[in-house]
Every structure is written in structure tokens, then in C-alpha cells.
């Protein structure tokens, strides 16, 4: 009995830190909305370029009701905001996290943020750069030239959005399969002989995980993947000789 008590009070704690945790992050991302929202009309502007080759020169993109343009808005400075506090809100998973380390292992925690803020936006810029503009090419020029795309800004916003953080966090594969070797439940050479299931596994992430059904997402996010799983093997590498 007191065993299970004592497991029910350790659980309750640790979601109690998860509580604490989630809630610094948001004021941490809430103070940088006030900040981006600022900043939302070039913002705007910049996240209309990935788009703008498809779109006709006197065609921008269009709203359909009283409230799209405004909730617009709302969302990319959201997103912008998640991407500016990028390594304050990954500071609090590294405090979560930390506790079920060895004492050795904490003094991590700049390599850990620096690791993940950096992921974070190459996943970010890839997407933007490289996804968006194969994404926009295939699906807009699809079919018949004859029909003309009008797009709406609250389903592009809403595209944008899912894809730009659906990058961000998978880019962030390496950094936990370093949290796991750290943990001691992973090693390289486990990475390595399940190299085949982990593709099938990656691949079934991707057709997931993108917002956009098209084959040309799915592939264009499992490429980098399967990379960043070899990265891993080699991060994870690291982590065991350090």
C-alpha cells in the first residue's frame, strides 16, 4: 500500500512539474506574441513570398469573411512568437527533463538549447525555402493550366502554420534521440540494426504529419528524416563516449 502510494504521489508530482513547466513556456511565447504582433503586417508579407510566383500579379490572397484577415494575423504571430522563444520554452523542457539525470549529465543543458534552437529553425528555413516552394509548384500547377488558383489567407495561414511547425519539431529528432541515449535507452549500434524499421516508421510520420496529402510533402519531409537519422546515429555516438 505504501508503495503505491508513493508511486501515485510521484506521479502526481511529475504532473505537476509538467504543469509548471507548460505554463512558463506560454508566458514566455505570450511576451513574444505582444512583441511579433508588432511586427504582423511584415510578417504577413513575408510568408506571402513562398506563394507569390503562383499567384497573378493583380491576385493576392483573399478572405471571405469579416474575421479571416484579422485571425491571420493572430496566427502567424503566434507561430512567429513560438519561433522567437524558441530557446526559452526549450529551457523549461530541459528543466523537466533534468531531474532523471545523472549530476554529470545536467551540465548539458547549454548544448541541449543551443542543439535545439538550432534544429528548430533549420527545420523552420528548410520548410520555408525548400518544402513550400516544391509543395506550391506541384499543387498549383497541377492539371489543366485553364484554372486560375484563388487562395484564401485563412486556409494558406492555417497551411502555413501546421507546416512551419510540423518542420520545426521533427528537425528536433537528433536532439532526442540524444535525450534517450542519455538515458541510457538507445545506443548507436541499436540505431543502426533497426535502421530499416525506423525508414518505415519515418515514412509513416511523414504521411502523417504533413498537413498537405500530396506525395511531394510526404516525400520532401522524409528525405530529411532518414538524414537526420544518421545524424543521430553519430550524435548518439557521441553522447556514449562522452
Same mark, same amino acid.
Request: one cysteine or more; a neutral charge; charged letters at 15%.
Given at each position: #500500500? @505504501?508503495?503505491?502510494?508513493?508511486?501515485?504521489?510521484?506521479?502526481?508530482?511529475?504532473?505537476? @512539474?509538467?504543469?509548471?513547466?507548460?505554463?512558463?513556456?506560454?508566458?514566455?511565447?505570450?511576451? $513574444?506574441? /505582444? $512583441?511579433?504582433?508588432?511586427?504582423?503586417?511584415?510578417?504577413?508579407?513575408?510568408? =506571402?513570398?513562398?506563394?507569390?510566383? /503562383?499567384?497573378?500579379?493583380?491576385?493576392?490572397?483573399?478572405?471571405?469573411?469579416? #474575421?479571416?484577415?484579422?485571425?491571420?494575423?493572430?496566427?502567424?504571430?503566434?507561430?512567429?512568437?513560438?519561433?522567437?522563444?524558441?530557446? /526559452?520554452?526549450?529551457?523549461?523542457?530541459?528543466?523537466?527533463?533534468?531531474?532523471?539525470?545523472?549530476?554529470? @549529465?545536467?551540465?548539458?543543458? $547549454?548544448?541541449?538549447?543551443?542543439?535545439?534552437?538550432?534544429?528548430?529553425?533549420?527545420?523552420?528555413?528548410?520548410?520555408?525555402?525548400?518544402?513550400?516552394?516544391?509543395?506550391?509548384?506541384?499543387?498549383?500547377?497541377?492539371?489543366?493550366?485553364?484554372?486560375?488558383? +484563388?487562395?484564401?489567407?485563412?486556409?494558406?495561414?492555417?497551411?502555413?502554420?501546421?507546416?512551419?511547425?510540423?518542420?520545426?519539431?521533427? /528537425?528536433?529528432?537528433?536532439?532526442?534521440?540524444?535525450?534517450?541515449?542519455?538515458?541510457?535507452?538507445?545506443?548507436?549500434?541499436?540505431?543502426?540494426?533497426?535502421? =530499416?524499421?525506423?525508414?518505415?516508421?519515418?515514412?509513416?510520420?511523414?504521411?502523417?504529419?504533413?498537413?498537405?496529402?500530396?506525395?511531394?510533402? #510526404?516525400?520532401?519531409?522524409?528525405?530529411?528524416?532518414? $538524414?537526420?537519422? @544518421?545524424?543521430?546515429?553519430? +550524435?548518439?555516438?557521441?553522447?556514449?563516449?562522452?
Amino acid at each position: #500500500m @505504501e508503495t503505491q502510494t508513493h508511486k501515485d504521489q510521484g506521479f502526481i508530482s511529475h504532473i505537476s @512539474e509538467l504543469r509548471s513547466r507548460l505554463i512558463k513556456s506560454l508566458i514566455f511565447v505570450t511576451l $513574444a506574441f /505582444f $512583441a511579433c504582433w508588432g511586427f504582423s503586417d511584415e510578417l504577413m508579407h513575408l510568408i =506571402r513570398q513562398p506563394i507569390a510566383p /503562383f499567384l497573378s500579379d493583380t491576385q493576392g490572397l483573399v478572405f471571405t469573411g469579416v #474575421m479571416d484577415k484579422f485571425v491571420a494575423h493572430l496566427k502567424i504571430s503566434i507561430l512567429a512568437a513560438i519561433i522567437v522563444s524558441c530557446p /526559452f520554452w526549450l529551457y523549461q523542457v530541459w528543466k523537466f527533463i533534468a531531474p532523471g539525470l545523472y549530476e554529470n @549529465e545536467k551540465r548539458y543543458a $547549454a548544448i541541449f538549447i543551443t542543439t535545439g534552437t538550432v534544429l528548430f529553425c533549420l527545420g523552420v528555413f528548410f520548410v520555408y525555402k525548400v518544402i513550400f516552394p516544391l509543395c506550391f509548384d506541384f499543387l498549383l500547377n497541377f492539371g489543366d493550366p485553364t484554372d486560375k488558383p +484563388m487562395i484564401t489567407i485563412a486556409d494558406y495561414t492555417s497551411f502555413f502554420f501546421m507546416m512551419t511547425l510540423v518542420f520545426g519539431l521533427v /528537425f528536433e529528432l537528433p536532439l532526442v534521440m540524444m535525450i534517450l541515449a542519455a538515458a541510457g535507452l538507445i545506443d548507436s549500434h541499436f540505431l543502426k540494426t533497426k535502421r =530499416r524499421y525506423a525508414i518505415v516508421l519515418l515514412a509513416v510520420v511523414s504521411a502523417v504529419a504533413t498537413p498537405s496529402p500530396d506525395i511531394v510533402s #510526404m516525400v520532401a519531409m522524409l528525405i530529411p528524416l532518414i $538524414a537526420l537519422y @544518421e545524424i543521430s546515429i553519430y +550524435m548518439v555516438y557521441w553522447i556514449a563516449k562522452k
